[in-house]
């Protein structure tokens, strides 16, 4: 009885290998090693579910994800119900995201496209350096990561404010919470991060309506999901000047197809979902400790609230 990698699109090998690393006496498969009969898989590790796949393994206990969000495997239409799903949680993680989006914060906020195009021509003009209290960086989402974000902004000087469904007291962070909220946040927000898990409260979030409430000339980063930015919104954003750019590490569809918008206009900043990655060695010690504690009888330390979507 033990554990099985279904981490398509993500190789299985370094999964499979970091949990054998970890418990060397659990046997470990894979889609190209499969389990010798269904009844053995006790634990799923995987990024996403296709129909029909979970229901074929009557022992399931656990489900898994390889990463931090589990939008997709929320998604499969089969979930057993009942059935634990955990997500990683990799401190490791929020300081890569943190750094991923100070990088492009400060790609915007101190000009760097400018002095790109100047330097193509061999032109030497300096700009005024943007004083930090028209750099307020908000941040929607203060989860584990929101929450290194927020923090990583603080000793550049930027205001800094925080969105959350619930009030969260982060020190040095002004917080918003709730619905009424938003508002307040986007209309003090030159630099907006998105950093939210995908559910259904903010699925297509970042909108005409929305994104308008953002001061002239904002940046939007978006580090949470493609499906929470409606991206022709945007791009009409920053055609009409509204917006002065934007940095996006995930996309509605991914990845984007060659001809999309986003890998050729001026103002985007486009990177293949490489904000970070829960290192493998975390993903497969917690799948483990997920396994050791449901055959404990005990609820995962990081089983997902299904109803709340994270
Ligand atoms: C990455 O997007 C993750 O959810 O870990």
Redesign the pocket.
């Known amino acids: 009885m033990a554990i099985l990698v279904l981490s398509h699109p993500l190789p299985s090998e370094p999964f499979a290998d970091a949990l054998r690393r970890a418990a060397p006496d659990m046997p470990v498969w894979t889609e190209q090693q499969p389990p010798p009969s269904p009844d053995a898989v006790e634990a799923v590790l995987a990024w996403r579910m296709k129909p029909g796949v979970l229901p074929a393994y009557p022992n399931l206990r656990v489900l898994c994800s390889t990463?931090?969000?589990v939008d997709k495997l929320l998604a499969a239409p089969d979930l057993p119900p009942g059935l634990p799903i955990t997500r990683?949680v990799d401190p490791q993680?929020g300081v890569q995201i943190a750094q991923y989006v100070v990088a492009c914060a400060l790609h915007f906020t101190r000009d760097l496209p400018l002095y790109a195009a100047q330097q193509a021509r061999a032109e030497w003009r300096r700009h005024p350096v943007r004083p930090s209290e028209r750099c307020r960086v908000g941040v929607l989402g203060l989860g584990a990561v929101g929450q290194a974000i927020a923090r990583a902004f603080l000793p550049l000087g930027y205001p800094v404010a925080g969105w959350s469904r619930r009030p969260q007291d982060v020190s040095g962070v002004r917080g918003f919470a709730g619905p009424e909220g938003l508002p307040l946040l986007l209309a003090q927000s030159d630099i907006l991060v998105c950093a939210l898990p995908l559910t259904d409260a903010t699925r297509g979030l970042l909108n005409r309506a929305t994104l308008s409430q953002l001061p002239q000339g904002a940046c939007v980063i978006n580090v949470g999901r493609g499906e929470q930015l409606v991206e022709a919104d945007l791009r009409a954003l920053l055609d009409e000047g509204h917006l002065g750019g934007a940095a996006l590490d995930?996309f509605e569809r991914e990845p984007p197809k060659p001809d999309n918008w986003v890998w050729t206009h001026p103002k985007v900043l486009a990177t293949p979902?490489i904000a970070?990655?829960?290192a493998d060695d975390v993903v497969a010690r917690q799948c483990i400790e997920a396994l050791h504690a449901v055959r404990a009888g005990r609820r995962p330390q990081h089983a997902v609230d299904r109803a709340a979507g994270y």
Do not use: Y
């Open positions: 990463g931090a969000g990683v993680q995930v979902h970070a990655q829960a």
